[in-house]
């Protein structure tokens, strides 16, 4: 089963670059690829749910950074 779900419809986005090591470009990839979806779309839920259950970082947010 998957973690993440296909997206229902595309969201408003903005352009983020960013690097990766060869090895996590190749399972973004591929994890799109199983999902059926955009890497942009992986990586935006995986972000949303390591902010969602880091409690620390719930803090700190709350703190005002």
């Not at 089963?1 to 997206?7: E, I, S």
């Not at 399972?27 to 990586?43: G, N």
């Not at 972000?47 to 259950?53: A, D, F, R, T």
Request: net charge positive; hydrophobic share 40%.
């Amino acid at each position: 089963m998957a973690v993440l779900k296909a997206p229902p419809k595309q969201p408003k986005t903005t352009v983020v670059q960013l690097r990766l090591d060869d090895d996590a470009r190749e399972k973004l990839t591929k994890y799109a690829e199983f999902l059926d979806c955009s890497p942009s779309y992986v990586v935006t839920e995986a972000l949303k749910l390591v902010c969602n259950k880091d409690k620390e970082f719930q803090s700190w947010l709350l703190a005002g950074c």
